[in-house]
Structures are given as structure tokens and as C-alpha cells.
């Protein structure tokens, strides 16, 4: 596989912040590639640094192989006041795609994300999930061999978010180079690689499993009514080192890698109280959860 | 174990609409929001949710029903009482940019009545709990989305609410802050007997709430515990583990009218039989052995939900 974005040692200063602190990171043609890390990790800088919206401070970042790429940006920033068709049509002129080419496009596009019956709507009058769904065909119109989404689902609801991830699926089964980030960790379960970015260093990168497989400690998974109390038990516990909630089960988190010994503290200390308790595999938000901690941040 | 103490309404609903013009944002809702407990408004974008939470926090008049609560204060008439017991907070909520974070706390202290020694108490103990004390003097425009979020929190606490209002208040927070908040969020209903009403798009967040109402189109379609919610979807719900071209085998089942749903979570594909659909349908499909019936989350259940939404009425949104 060719790498088709090669960062070497990027560094980003804004006044004192430094936004990228000697980044390297590659990623190869055709990948889905997700960037995940607290606010402030650097990851729109990235972006911006790699669409050339910015000049590093020192360090290069290469991108080889793509004549245009696709942004989708973390905000709505298509004309409110232009329909679906006319900010289109504007963005089409304003990259030189042939006007015949730019309406079969934009039909063909329109269609798949389920907006052809809106084409004479305001932008500014459709829902937070449309106005992502046109931001992407308004980025895929001028056929980009790298499409780069900014946390492009942050306020849509689930059932936008399910179709417009089908719809980036699909864009990846055809070949499609897709660079996103999220803060929703399911959406990084679909990425072929992750890459935790934290206060502009990279900490961890590489697909699913392998990231899952580096996560240092055992851990628990306890399911109970009475979260709160349990909690506070659990945490108390010499072994344990910290207990997440994950919706109606709390996650145990122990000191060392050994699941069979947290295992037993924790089944003793809760005793006949609790529904279930068992030894789990991380999920990519625990590993989130661990490495948030592992840096002092400010 | 404690026992959980009986169920107490703090807010009744009775009746509730709300209509813009001609167009009808809320119809007829009747809702017990129980105290001390966490209670969450799901739906779809444009579905009512927040028109919802602005008639019950009194900031917006109803066109018909009746709101009360707090033992016996109708919204109606008494709206200052009612406004002085609780807290809102929105992530459109706006601190002023060009204060700082002290100012902004002091000022909102200010407008509930609280000076001198306990409004700043009060400010050190939110900043302790909410790690904010390093930008105290910062400009609040100059802060991140998740620390602009806490400190709205804050300011919706200083007075110390009975009743918290909280309208999408993680849009845009990263995982690690989202932690933070609900874990405050929690610890305050616990401790305290705090009630909370809370809307989100997030379904780990939802799956939190002890309690939760599902609108679509201005009514409430659903609504009970996550795991009430959950069991409308019990047996219906299949995973494949897939190990090769999972889009091939997803774009394949997901036009059979036999799925109600048919989506990629990493690997695995999860299908969503279609109410009615038999089961053995799977097995004529030659997934027998490779599917497995599997346990729902939040976020099926609110995909499956709001499919019935009548066709086109998302041209409201």
C-alpha cells in the first residue's frame, strides 16, 4: 500500500500553543483513517495541514497522488441563504467542473444521500443531518481522490448518523481515501486504522485490534441497578484504579493486567448483589477513557 | 442495598401543545417527571424535544395544558417561583464571550440573589468538582467547547437548583469530558435529590437516564426504563460477524423487506427483523450458524423508532 498522507515530525505553533508537537503519521490510499483525541489534541490542525489550509511551523506533511480533495468541516459552512441546488451549482463553477458533468453529478449525488426531494430548499431551513448530508456531496462533487471530515456528525441525530455513515462505508468500498474525526467511538470501530492524538502527540496508532490488544490492564464489567453506591464500593477497592460508568454497567478497571485476580476481588466484594460480573476485552473507549489519563493536561 | 425511596413526581404534565402558526410543535403530551431521578427527552431532529423543555422550564407559554409542581406552583401563574427552582442549561446557552469565567459566575450568582462569602464558596466548590480554576480569569471566548460546557453547568448549579434542565449540553464535548459531566450529573441526582431532564443524541448518555420519553412529531410515541425501551426490539435484533467485504454482504441484505434495518458496526453486521418477519427467514438466507441473536442497544431501539415517522414529515425539520 502507498502512503498517500506522510507526516514527518509536523509541528504547529500558534503564538505560544503548540498545536502539533512532532507529529508523524502515514496513511495509505483506499484506508478509512480515524482521528480520535480530547478538544484542544490538535486533530483540526491536522486536517487543516494536510488540505493546505496551513503552513507547519517546521516539519512537512507530504500528500502524494491526489489532485482535490473533499472538507467536510466541523461547521455548516455552505450559504444558509442559497438552496440545495444553487450552493451546488456555486461550488461547482467555483472549481471548474464542466456544467454538464456538475448536473449528472449532482443528481447522481443528491439521490444516493436522499436529498433529490429538497434540491429548492433554503440550506439554512433544512435539519442538522441534511445540511451534513449536502456539505458531503457538496465535498464529493468535484471527485476527490481524499475526503477529510472534521467530526462531521457532532449534533446529528442517530438515524442521520446511521445512513450517513452507510454512506461513507459505501464511499470506502469504492476506493475512496477517508480521513475522519469523531468523539463517538463506535464511528472510530468502522475505521481499517485509529490514531489517538492527545495535546499534539500522537499516542497510540494502529487498527482495532491492535490497539485493543496494547491496553495494559484487566478489566471488569459489572452490571447493577444501583451504579451509584456500587461505584463507590468498587473504587475503594486496593486493586481497582478506576470504575467508568458504560451506560447500565459500570466498567472496573484494575491495577495490574491480571483479569483473574480482579475478577475474584471484585466478585467478592459485591457479593449477591449484582446481576452479572465478568472479565471483558476493552472497547476503544476504554482505551479512550485510559490514555485521557495517562497525560497531565492543563 | 438501599431501597430506592417511592416515586414522587416533581412535574406533572397534563395536555401539553404548542403551536408556531400553523404548525403544531408539540400535541397533547402528558409527563411525570419523578424527583430525585435522571429523565431524558429522545427524538429525531426538529422533533419537538426542545419546545418540550422550554414550556416545562417556563420560558415558553403553552397553547394548551397545564404545568405543575414543586408541591402545588402552577407554571401558569406563578412563574417567577417556578423559575427560581430550577437551572437550564443549553448548548446554545451563551455566557458572555468578552467576560471572564469569574465574571460570568459572579453575574449569573448575582441575578439568583446570592453575594459575599457563599456566592464565591459556592464558585470555588463547582470549580474544584468541574476543574475549571485554571481559566477563572481567562476571557470565556478564549476556552474550549468542553470547558465553555462546564462552566455553563456551573452557572446553572451556582443558585442550587431542585430541578435541572439540560438541552443537548455535550454537542461537541469530547468522550473524556462527557465522563466528567455525567458523572457530576449523577452524583447530584444521587446525593442531593437533584431532578434532571436532559436531552441528547447520544444513547450511552440516554442509557444513563433512569427514566425516558421518545417524541416524534410532537407526541410521545415511547417511553418507560432503557430497558422497557429496549425489549420492544427482544429477539428481533441478528449479528453476523463478517471477516471479508462487509459492504458487499451489507448493501445485499439491506434492500430484503424481511430487515427493518440492516447496518456495519466495525466488523459485524447487525439486522433488524422487520416486526412480523419470521425468524427462520434467517436460516433461508444461509446465515444459520453465523447469526446470532443479539442484545439491542439505545440506539436501535431509536432507529427503529423513529422509522415510524409518517413519510415526508421530515420536511418540517
Given at each position: 500500500m502507498s502512503a498517500m498522507v506522510e507526516a514527518t515530525d509536523l509541528v504547529m505553533r500558534f503564538g505560544t500553543t503548540q498545536a502539533l508537537q512532532g507529529l508523524t503519521l502515514s496513511i495509505a490510499r483506499g484506508e478509512l483513517f480515524a482521528l480520535l483525541g480530547p478538544d484542544g489534541a490538535g486533530k483540526s490542525t491536522f486536517f487543516r495541514l494536510v488540505a493546505r489550509l496551513l503552513t507547519p511551523s517546521s516539519g512537512r506533511v507530504q500528500v502524494t497522488g491526489v489532485r482535490t480533495f473533499g472538507l467536510v468541516p466541523q461547521r455548516f459552512s455552505l450559504y444558509e441563504d442559497l438552496t440545495v441546488d444553487e450552493n451546488l451549482h456555486l461550488r461547482a463553477r467555483l472549481y471548474g467542473v464542466p456544467d454538464a458533468v456538475a448536473t449528472a453529478r449532482t443528481a447522481d449525488l443528491l439521490a444516493r444521500v436522499g436529498l433529490d426531494r429538497f434540491r429548492?430548499?433554503?440550506?439554512?431551513?433544512?435539519?442538522g443531518g441534511m445540511k451534513q448530508k449536502l456539505a458531503l456531496v457538496s465535498a464529493l462533487l468535484t471527485q476527490p481522490e481524499l475526503l477529510l471530515l472534521d467530526e462531521p456528525t457532532t449534533g446529528v441525530d442517530p438515524v442521520s448518523r446511521r445512513e450517513f455513515w452507510i454512506l461513507l462505508n459505501q464511499l470506502h468500498h469504492e476506493g475512496l481515501t477517508l480521513l475522519v474525526s469523531t468523539p463517538y467511538m463506535d464511528e472510530a470501530e468502522y475505521a481499517s486504522r485509529v490514531a489517538f492524538l492527545d495535546v499534539g502527540r500522537l499516542t497510540a496508532v494502529g487498527t482495532r485490534d491492535e490497539i485493543v490488544a496494547a491496553y495494559p490492564r484487566a478489566l471488569v464489567e459489572v452490571r447493577s441497578h444501583d451504579r451509584m453506591q456500587l461505584r463507590r464500593r468498587l473504587a475503594?477497592?486496593?486493586?481497582?484504579?478506576d470504575v467508568s460508568l458504560f451506560g447500565t454497567r459500570l466498567h472496573v478497571r484494575g491495577r495490574s493486567a491480571d483479569g483473574q485476580a480482579l475478577l475474584a476481588e471484585v466478585r467478592q466484594a459485591v457479593g449477591g448483589l449484582v446481576d452479572d460480573v465478568r472479565a471483558i476485552a476493552p472497547s476503544l473507549e476504554d482505551v479512550f477513557v485510559w490514555h485521557g489519563e495517562q497525560d497531565a493536561r492543563p | 442495598m438501599n431501597t430506592p425511596p417511592p416515586m414522587e413526581n416533581l412535574v406533572t404534565a397534563r395536555g401539553l401543545t404548542r403551536r408556531f402558526g400553523a404548525f403544531v410543535a408539540v400535541r397533547n403530551i402528558d409527563v411525570d417527571i419523578p424527583r430525585g431521578r435522571v429523565f431524558g427527552f429522545l427524538g429525531p431532529n426538529g422533533s419537538g424535544k426542545s419546545t418540550t423543555i422550554r414550556m416545562l422550564a417556563g420560558l415558553l407559554a403553552p397553547s394548551a395544558g397545564r404545568i405543575t409542581g414543586f408541591g402545588g406552583i402552577d407554571i401558569a401563574t406563578e412563574t417567577d417561583a417556578w423559575k427560581r427552582r430550577l437551572g437550564y442549561m443549553s448548548q446554545k446557552f451563551s455566557l458572555y464571550l468578552d467576560l471572564t469565567v469569574e465574571e460570568n459566575l459572579r453575574f449569573f450568582g448575582s441575578v439568583y440573589g446570592l453575594r459575599g462569602g457563599s456566592l464565591a464558596g459556592r464558585i470555588d466548590a463547582l470549580a474544584d468538582r468541574l476543574r475549571f480554576h485554571h481559566v477563572r480569569r481567562m476571557l470565556t471566548e478564549g476556552l474550549s467547547t468542553g470547558l465553555r460546557q462546564r462552566v455553563a453547568l456551573a452557572a446553572a448549579l451556582l443558585h442550587q437548583p431542585e430541578l435541572l434542565f439540560l438541552d443537548e449540553?455535550?454537542?461537541?464535548?469530547?468522550p473524556a469530558g462527557r465522563r466528567m459531566f455525567w458523572d457530576l450529573i449523577y452524583e447530584l441526582a444521587a446525593d442531593r435529590g437533584m431532578t434532571v431532564l436532559v436531552t441528547t443524541h447520544y444513547m450511552d448518555e440516554a442509557e444513563q437516564c433512569d427514566r425516558l420519553a421518545f417524541i416524534l412529531d410532537g407526541a410521545i410515541i415511547a417511553d418507560g426504563s432503557p430497558t422497557t425501551l429496549k425489549s420492544h426490539l427482544a429477539g428481533r435484533l441478528f449479528e453476523v460477524e463478517v471477516a471479508h467485504d462487509a459492504f458487499t454482504t451489507l448493501a445485499t441484505l439491506r434492500p430484503l423487506s424481511m430487515f427493518e434495518d440492516v447496518y456495519l458496526a466495525g466488523r459485524r453486521l447487525r439486522a433488524v427483523l422487520a416486526a412480523g418477519a419470521e425468524r427462520e427467514a434467517i436460516a433461508r438466507l444461509g446465515l444459520q450458524g453465523l447469526a446470532r441473536e443479539a442484545e439491542p442497544s439505545l440506539e436501535d431501539v431509536f432507529v427503529s423508532l423513529a422509522r415510524k415517522r409518517a413519510p415526508g414529515a421530515e420536511e418540517a425539520a
Open positions: 429548492s430548499r433554503l440550506a439554512g431551513a433544512l435539519s475503594a477497592l486496593p486493586g481497582v484504579d | 449540553p455535550t454537542g461537541g464535548v469530547d
